[in-house]
C-alpha cells in the first residue's frame, strides 16, 4: 500500500509542478492557486490555495503541500530523503571533479 501511495504522491506533486507553470504564464500575479494535497492517502482529494511565491518557497526548501493535518507516509519520506543525498552526493562528487581540474591548470 505505501508503494502506491507513494506513486501517487510523486504523481500529484508532478501535477502541482504543471499548475505552477500554468499560473507563472498568467497575468494573475497575487492570487491564490489550488495546489493538490501531495499526502498521498488514496482517500485524499483536497487542495492547497497557495499563491505562486508560497508554492515556489516550499518547493524549493523541499516542503510539499499537504492540507492540515496531513502528512508523507514514511516510504515516501524516506524515499525522498534518499534522492536528496544522491543529489546531494553527486553535487559534491562535481565540485571535487572541477577543484581537482582547476589545480591542475
Not at 27 to 37: A, N, P, R
Amino acid at each position: 500500500m505505501d508503494t502506491k501511495r507513494a506513486f501517487k504522491t510523486e504523481a500529484l506533486t508532478e501535477v502541482n509542478v504543471h499548475i505552477l507553470e500554468a499560473a507563472q504564464d498568467s497575468i494573475t500575479e497575487g492570487l491564490e492557486w489550488e495546489f493538490f494535497c501531495e499526502c498521498g492517502r488514496p482517500d485524499c482529494h483536497e487542495y492547497v490555495k497557495l499563491t505562486i511565491d508560497e508554492y515556489s518557497a516550499l518547493h524549493d526548501g523541499g516542503g510539499h503541500v499537504l492540507a492540515p493535518r496531513h502528512r508523507l507516509s514514511q516510504t515516501e519520506r524516506a524515499r525522498r530523503l534518499r534522492d536528496d543525498a544522491r543529489a546531494l552526493q553527486g553535487q559534491a562528487e562535481h565540485q571535487l571533479k572541477r577543484a581537482k581540474k582547476l589545480r591542475g591548470s
